[in-house]
């Protein structure tokens, strides 16, 4: 075998949360392209979800923890460990939304946004961490927004709980800065996910538009490029933290957003 076809992540094991679809599933299809086996965790086609992984040459498997149940969380890493003896690579993007003004924000949806989309990395994190630590190596890639960076009208739970993303993985880049051990944000920008798609379809609703128009419209306001990110150009950079060209990438918060925070 010649050094170009060994496989970066060979022989290492990622979890990657919210995983059965959309960005989730990008960035576990690009890290077993790499060689990690999977540990996937969401719902909807899990099972397609797992042959997919599975296609690229590797092991994966499924864990359906709730993410906003910690003991589910702690469960799922120790399921990680008993199938494959450890966790290498930890990355959180467990994610929801919902979207209204602050004073009609209904509170169980503001407790659970913060549950999955924030909380839920910290629980992650505080199990794999001193694992990835005894090991001497690992990554955590925490799956933040271009909402961790700015705001926008009517998302304020998503936006706090991803603003408190990017906080909480510079606190546990600098708590691992002397270890093998790197913490970093993707902070994507507009991906065509069914969250997204949604929202294209109030824009259309809302203002009579088509389909078409209605994407042109929110891609429009936010994202220069008008292009949507892809979820296999945000696994590439999942991988990219992965490698060892990434050893002293750490706290950083890198945005994949066709130049939104440009601006």
């Given at each position: 075998?010649?050094?170009?076809?060994?496989?970066?992540?060979?022989?290492?094991?990622?979890?990657?949360?919210?995983?059965?679809?959309?960005?989730?599933?990008?960035?576990?299809?690009?890290?077993?392209?790499?060689?990690?086996?999977?540990?996937?965790?969401?719902?909807?086609?899990?099972?397609?979800?797992?042959?997919?992984?599975?296609?690229?040459?590797?092991?994966?498997?499924?864990?359906?923890?709730?993410?906003?149940?910690?003991?589910?969380?702690?469960?799922?890493?120790?399921?990680?460990?008993?199938?494959?003896?450890?966790?290498?690579?930890?990355?959180?993007?467990?994610?929801?939304?919902?979207?209204?003004?602050?004073?009609e924000f209904p509170v169980e949806k503001w407790d659970a946004i913060i549950a999955i989309n924030l909380s839920s990395a910290f629980h992650a994190m505080r199990v794999a961490?001193?694992?990835?630590?005894?090991?001497?190596?690992?990554?955590?890639?925490?799956?933040?927004?271009?909402?961790?960076?700015?705001?926008?009208?009517?998302?304020?739970?998503?936006?706090?709980?991803?603003?408190?993303?990017?906080?909480?993985?510079?606190?546990?880049?600098?708590?691992?800065?002397?270890?093998?051990?790197?913490?970093?944000?993707?902070?994507?920008?507009?991906?065509?996910?069914?969250?997204?798609?949604?929202?294209?379809?109030?824009?259309?609703?809302?203002?009579?538009?088509?389909?078409?128009?209605?994407?042109?419209?929110?891609?429009?306001?936010?994202?220069?490029?008008?292009?949507?990110?892809?979820?296999?150009?945000i696994g590439k950079l999942a991988v990219f933290l992965c490698s060892d060209g990434a050893d002293e990438i750490r706290g950083a918060s890198m945005q994949i957003d066709g130049?939104?925070?440009?601006?």
């Amino acid at each position: 075998m010649t050094s170009s076809t060994v496989k970066p992540l060979a022989g290492k094991t990622a979890i990657v949360t919210g995983s059965t679809s959309g960005i989730g599933l990008g960035i576990a299809s690009a890290l077993a392209a790499a060689g990690a086996n999977l540990v996937l965790n969401g719902f909807g086609d899990v099972s397609g979800a797992v042959a997919q992984i599975e296609a690229l040459g590797v092991a994966a498997v499924h864990h359906g923890a709730d993410m906003s149940k910690p003991a589910e969380i702690e469960a799922m890493v120790a399921f990680a460990i008993d199938r494959f003896g450890a966790v290498d690579v930890l990355v959180n993007n467990a994610g929801i939304q919902h979207v209204a003004s602050i004073d009609e924000f209904p509170v169980e949806k503001w407790d659970a946004i913060i549950a999955i989309n924030l909380s839920s990395a910290f629980h992650a994190m505080r199990v794999a961490l001193p694992l990835m630590r005894e090991r001497g190596w690992g990554r955590v890639i925490n799956i933040a927004s271009v909402h961790g960076l700015v705001g926008s009208a009517g998302k304020s739970a998503y936006v706090a709980a991803k603003h408190g993303i990017i906080g909480l993985t510079k606190v546990a880049a600098l708590e691992n800065a002397r270890t093998g051990v790197t913490v970093n944000a993707i902070c994507p920008g507009f991906v065509l996910t069914p969250l997204v798609q949604k929202q294209i379809d109030d824009v259309a609703h809302r203002d009579s538009i088509s389909s078409d128009a209605a994407r042109s419209k929110l891609l429009g306001e936010k994202q220069p490029s008008e292009q949507f990110v892809t979820p296999e150009q945000i696994g590439k950079l999942a991988v990219f933290l992965c490698s060892d060209g990434a050893d002293e990438i750490r706290g950083a918060s890198m945005q994949i957003d066709g130049g939104w925070t440009a601006q």
